[in-house]
């Protein structure tokens, strides 16, 4: 066992289900699946913990988890590797090594952002201050696309704030999911950060139990509609962060060559697995061509295969369900007459679950590859003639998560009427700790990051004298 499997191997359990690397289908390692009993169990220890920790102090926490994100930069090449064998992605470029640098920063920043007491009021008629307050123990449920850094994202500034965590990671990523708790919990005292394995009726139980005060779920509209539904016993605060169906405009200043590797990497970061991807592109009819080109000969440079090559820079993609969505929305689009421009013609007799990297032109704003959430490396490029009418194709789904506008002069003008969580202007999906980042329409509500996410993750509470 070499120095980079460690962790792999810590985290293995000794029997239970196999897990699959999606690039070779070779068994990489086995996982125990929990049962709703295990979830009481958790968060009994979870709550249990709860007030000790609550009872440290700030500077206290925050150490605790300066000290967790020294553990990770200690583990990186391990977290990375689990996270490469398990979800596919390289281990080389904006993958698995990049996100396990995310986790660290990210956790470093919930522990480094200042969130003072307010002072409301200070008057002759009074004094009113705001603090915030814990909530008590969180369910954090997270999916497979992202797996440790949206770990990260959901646990740190829950623990900055007092409470403790459930941790449940999609069943298909298990491994990445107790990896990071593992490094993480090298830091904190015991019972404040738990993990519990399973799939979706775990994740369910956890929503009902009557002692979590607060949900943090990221995944599908579907699911995020079952946990609203499973809150409603307890009335538990919820920050939902579910899929988008990201457009992006490119508006007939810019310079086709100039934009097109940023439009590729806002498409394809993680195969297109990626909850704020560039999902929809919209292209005037002037520079279609010249897009469409530029495009095509970035994409046919970028190597993808199996994560571990140092060479690829895309892998699989993570799971059977994912590859038959992408497969299904690419041959609609065929059948209906659409333009394969590159890729669309997966090799199903080889190993892993690869789909090539497509580009589709000359495809209708109603098709299904455009209207749904493709979730995968192939991205629709509608034409356009008249950019009201783009605005309206953009803003005509019922997600708004992320938008791009591409444009030579950075007019903020068309990004402000983008009905989006974020929009960016000349990338798409770049996101930083200390900027909140959250939904429009049903791609969720609440957010994350910065001072808002520390909010979002206790109770407001007014002292006045
Ligand atoms: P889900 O929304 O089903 O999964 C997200 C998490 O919720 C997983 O941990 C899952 O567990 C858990 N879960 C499943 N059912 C329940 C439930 N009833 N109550 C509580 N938790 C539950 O996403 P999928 O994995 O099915 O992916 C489907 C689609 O979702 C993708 O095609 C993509 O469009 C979108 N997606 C969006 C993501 C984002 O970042 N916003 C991330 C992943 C997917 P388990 O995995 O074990 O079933």
Not at 53 to 68: F, H, K, Q, T
Not at 181 to 193: C, D, F, K, R, T
């Amino acid at each position: 066992m070499g120095e980079r499997e460690a962790l792999l191997e810590r985290v293995s359990a000794d029997g239970g289900t196999e897990i699959k690397d999606p690039a070779t289908g070779e068994v990489i390692g086995h996982v125990e699946f929990g049962t709703p009993d295990d979830v009481a169990a958790a968060v009994e220890v979870a709550a249990k913990a709860q007030p000790g920790w609550a009872a440290l102090s700030d500077a206290e926490r925050c150490a605790a988890l300066m000290r967790a994100a020294d553990a990770i930069e200690a583990h990186a090449e391990e977290l990375a590797y689990v996270v490469s064998r398990e979800q596919g992605k390289t281990m080389n470029g904006l993958g698995a090594r990049y996100e396990a640098a995310g986790c660290a920063a990210w956790v470093r920043a919930a522990a480094s952002t200042p969130l003072p007491v307010e002072v409301l009021v200070d008057d002759e008629s009074g004094h009113s201050e705001l603090h915030y307050r814990p909530i008590g123990v969180v369910g954090a449920i997270t999916p497979w696309n992202w797996p440790m850094i949206i770990a990260s994202w959901q646990i740190a500034p829950a623990l900055r704030m007092g409470n403790t965590v459930v941790n449940k990671p999609s069943e298909y990523t298990t491994l990445s999911g107790l990896a990071i708790a593992a490094v993480l919990n090298e830091a904190l005292p015991p019972g404040v950060l738990n993990v519990v394995t399973g799939a979706g009726d775990v994740g369910d139980a956890l929503v009902r139990d009557r002692r979590i005060g607060k949900v943090m779920f990221t995944g599908s509209v579907k699911t995020g509609k079952k946990v609203v539904e499973a809150s409603a016993g307890n009335l538990s605060r919820l920050t939902l962060e579910l899929g988008g169906n990201d457009a992006g405009i490119v508006l007939p200043d810019v310079d086709p060559q100039a934009i097109a590797e940023g439009l590729f990497w806002g498409a394809f970061i993680n195969n297109g697995q990626t909850c704020a991807a560039l999902k929809r592109l919209y292209v005037p009819d002037a520079i279609y061509d010249q897009v469409v080109d530029a495009l095509a000969d970035i994409t046919a440079k970028i190597p993808m295969g199996v994560g571990l090559d140092e060479n690829n820079a895309l892998g699989p993609l993570q799971n059977q369900m994912q590859w038959n969505v992408v497969n299904r929305l690419v041959e609609d689009a065929k059948a209906h007459g659409a333009r394969v421009v590159m890729g669309g013609d997966p090799d199903t007799g080889a190993p892993g679950y690869f789909y090539p990297k497509t580009l589709i032109a000359d495809i209708g704003n109603d098709a299904a590859l455009v209207q749904e959430e493709q979730f995968g490396p192939a991205l629709p490029i509608i034409r356009y003639t008249d950019l009201e009418q783009a605005v309206e194709w953009a803003n005509g789904v019922d997600v708004g998560l992320g938008a791009s506008v591409w444009s030579a002069d950075q007019d903020m003008t068309i990004a402000a009427r983008l009905e989006a969580g974020t929009v960016w202007i000349n990338k798409h999906g770049g996101i930083d700790p200390r900027v909140p980042f959250g939904g429009a329409k049903q791609s969720g509500y609440g957010v994350e990051f910065g001072v808002e996410g520390l909010k979002a993750v206790s109770v407001p509470q007014v002292i006045s004298r």
